[in-house]
């Protein structure tokens, strides 16, 4: 009986074989896409005298921890762009989440007479922008936010599309007839709100929290445009301005103990690398629930009303 | 009159609920739709602020478009963006599908979550690391290609001023970061596919290749058709981070490089030229509402739960 069984699940499978080969050409693509990130920390812990020598190396001649020991003593620098970057991060998805949720709900519910005309205001967005130089114009000298904090912060905090994942979240998982007995027992559309429709729609929220919360660790490009100030760089974008020359960390160190001959001897190509893997740890540790909710949030914005 | 003021009181608790939004998208998305004014003027930036700026710069009509259209920079952006996002797309789509097919069909479910797990990663990493990444294999006189020629005794390649090679690295970089992500799209629709079909094509005597030609991409070919739809809508808006941070802004690559959203910027930042970057602003916009409404128009005609709006 076992026998057959483990026969009929065979059958339904490709053969043997096949298998074989389907687990070695996804198993390469898998090891391809992770393969640089551990090059790099390979890369990171390598001695900066052997670099210069052999090159980037699978196995260094020499290992070191000189990279990090620079890193965490002379970084400052790196410190504050942490700190710059949770605290836009932080503040950002908190903003956009209040913004979008709200937004959504009053465009999902039919009671709400400008609704069509929300929808349209939104959607609008999607189809057509002014570009890249009037919105800089705007933002830098209409609203003055050059080097601001909220020019990290504010660009990115709506986007018509989330809106329209989360209103098609609302109206698919929040019965219309909840709602409907709320207000007959004299709830109000705020009091709705709150303790009714987001609580049912908390895996919505947690997907464009997430979609959010990525966005802001991960982008470069509005300090590209807007911020000047080093106390203001954050993490991603001081890692571009390092690219060219260590010297910014140099010129932003508190650390006067760092004499000249120090400064030469400072481990240029490592310690960027170990930058660029203290950058990327904290997307490893979130990873599980970034992929959790990612897949979840596609299934959902696959739905539409 | 009285009435509109009734319904906006009717309505308030709605209505304070969109303002937050409703003033984010009119400064941020409409008051910029303003700005693109700029581009039929003579730009002269002002001390005295955003409109005055704009009110006080010479209006020169089409000058700006002609002379964009006058130089090469125009076909080449144009050319770069157009086939770059059509590679993208294409080699893109029959590979993240051949991906989710293969894993659909893998025996053995949990290696099939570490190797999706693998695979999703680029997509979460900025392009200023995947920058990196690609300088740690690119470099001149540190990187792994060149030592790997090395060993070949052949010559070390100067990766970044060779512009011949890097339609095929950015084409290969973009196809390492997208591929994870779009082949889970394509795999959650794979699994939605009813199990009965293919016990009927067993029963049949149907083989595995011809299961999936005859059920698994059939039914797989809408979402396929909208996702591509919705992509060449998008056709003409070029991913600034690959074509910035990849090449490390490398002047001698510009001619491969070169997109419409990187010249954009280079105008803004580098060269000045702020009424013709504007100019090349508001083509990207206009012809990309073009292609935008006939793509959704057709996403529409097939599936109209698929389309934007």
């Known amino acids: 009986m076992a026998e057959l069984a483990r026969k009929s699940k065979d059958f339904h499978n490709v053969s043997r074989g096949w298998n074989a080969v389907l687990h070695l050409i996804a198993g390469i693509f898998s090891f391809l896409c992770v393969f640089p990130f551990i090059f790099v920390v390979i890369i990171s812990f390598t001695d900066e005298k052997t670099l210069a020598t052999d090159g980037y190396r699978l196995i260094p001649a020499k290992w070191s921890l000189e990279a990090y020991r620079f890193v965490f003593e002379s970084g400052d620098s790196l410190l504050r762009s942490y700190g710059v970057t949770i605290l836009i991060t932080l503040v950002g998805t908190l903003i956009s989440l209040v913004m979008i949720s709200l937004y959504a709900y009053a465009i999902s519910r039919k009671s709400f007479r400008y609704r069509r005309f929300f929808s349209v205001f939104a959607i609008v967005t999607m189809l057509f922008n002014g570009g890249m130089i009037p919105t800089y114009m705007v933002v830098s000298q209409l609203m003055g936010l050059k080097d601001t904090l909220w020019a990290l912060i504010l660009p990115l905090a709506m986007n018509a599309f989330y809106i329209m994942i989360l209103r098609t979240f609302y109206s698919t998982s929040v019965p219309e007839a909840i709602i409907e007995s709320a207000r007959i027992d004299g709830a109000g559309d705020f009091y709705i709100f709150l303790r009714i429709v987001l609580p049912l729609s908390l895996p919505g929220l947690a997907t464009i929290g997430l979609f959010s919360t990525l966005g802001y660790w991960n982008d470069w490009f509005n300090a590209l445009l807007y911020i000047d100030n080093p106390d203001l760089v954050p993490l991603q974008s001081m890692l571009m301005r390092i690219e060219s020359s260590i010297a910014f960390i140099q010129q932003n160190s508190q650390n006067s103990s760092l004499s000249l001959t120090a400064l030469q001897s400072i481990p240029q190509d490592t310690s960027r690398m170990a930058m660029v893997v203290l950058a990327t740890l904290p997307i490893i540790f979130a990873y599980p629930f970034f992929q959790r909710y990612f897949v979840q949030g596609l299934t959902v914005g696959a739905v539409k009303e | ?309």
């Open chain 2, 1 to 309: 009159m009285a009435a509109f003021f009734k319904n906006l009181v009717k309505n308030k608790v709605m209505l304070f609920m969109v303002l937050p939004g409703a003033v984010w998208f009119f400064f941020f998305s409409y008051l910029p739709l303003v700005g693109t004014i700029t581009a039929f003027k003579q730009y002269r930036f002002s001390r005295d602020g955003f409109w005055a700026s704009i009110v006080r710069s010479e209006w020169v009509g089409w000058d700006n478009f002609k002379f964009l259209f006058s130089t090469n920079d125009a076909f080449t952006i144009t050319r770069n963006t157009l086939f770059y996002n059509l590679a993208f797309i294409f080699i893109g789509l029959v590979l993240s599908v051949a991906m989710a097919i293969l894993l659909s069909e893998l025996v053995g479910k949990t290696m099939a979550k570490v190797y999706q797990t693998g695979m999703f990663l680029p997509y979460f990493l900025s392009w200023v690391i995947v920058g990196y990444f690609a300088f740690s294999f690119l470099s001149m006189d540190r990187g792994m290609i060149n030592q790997i020629l090395g060993w070949f005794g052949m010559e070390r390649i100067n990766w970044y001023s060779e512009p011949k090679y890097w339609p095929y690295i950015l084409v290969f970089v973009n196809l390492w970061k997208s591929i994870g992500y779009n082949s889970v799209v394509y795999l959650a629709s794979i699994m939605g596919i009813d199990k009965s079909l293919y016990e009927a094509a067993m029963i049949d005597g149907a083989t595995k290749w011809q299961q999936i030609r005859n059920i698994t991409v059939p039914l797989l070919s809408p979402i396929i058709i909208i996702m591509t739809l919705l992509a060449v809508g998008r056709i003409f808006y070029a991913d600034f981070g690959l074509f910035y941070q990849v090449p490390r802004d490398s002047g001698t690559l510009y001619q491969v490089t070169n997109v419409i959203d990187t010249y954009v910027y280079r105008g803004l930042k580098t060269t000045g030229e702020i009424g013709m970057s504007t100019a090349a602003g508001l083509y990207q916009s206009v012809v990309g509402f073009v292609l935008v409404m006939v793509s959704n128009y057709v996403v529409r005609k097939i599936d109209k739960d698929s389309a934007l709006f």
